[in-house]
């Protein structure tokens, strides 16, 4: 994958990239892939949303409760099996492909937004 075309910085603004704090992590059935769905507290503005994410190899779901993550929150809800993901999680993959998600080095307050 190279270099992505040149945008606009107005572009950039439309995709709401928030951060937040996993409130509940439990281990996704039922899915082509393994994947963790996750519900990710973006504070009042944005509210408790839930993401379906194919991190199984890097994170347990036990250990991400508390974490903050990086995500997407203006797509509209895509569905995955039963999931209903409303949020994009971010993260870029290691050198395997695997997940590494986003996280801040150090705690914002949750809704904060990218900039």
């Known amino acids: 994958m190279g270099e992505a075309p040149r945008i606009a910085f107005d572009d950039f603004l439309k995709v709401d990239i928030?951060?937040?704090t996993i409130v509940a992590a439990e281990t996704a059935t039922g899915l082509r892939k393994p994947a963790i769905r996750l519900e990710i507290d973006f504070g009042p503005e944005v509210g408790v949303k839930a993401s379906?994410?194919?991190?199984?190899?890097?994170?347990?779901?036990a250990g991400l409760i508390g974490r903050q993550v990086a995500a997407v929150v203006n797509f509209p809800p895509r569905q995955i099996?039963?999931?209903?993901?409303?949020?994009?999680?971010?993260?870029?993959a290691d050198a395997a492909g695997d997940v590494v998600l986003i996280m801040p080095e150090r705690r914002v307050p949750n809704g904060s937004r990218l900039f």
């Not at 379906?52 to 779901?61: N, V």
């Not at 099996?81 to 870029?92: A, D, R, W």
Request: aromatic share 8%; net charge positive.
């Open 81 to 92: 099996g039963k999931i209903s993901s409303e949020v994009l999680t971010l993260g870029f």
């Open 18 to 20: 928030r951060v937040g």
């Open 52 to 61: 379906s994410a194919q991190i199984t190899r890097h994170y347990a779901p």
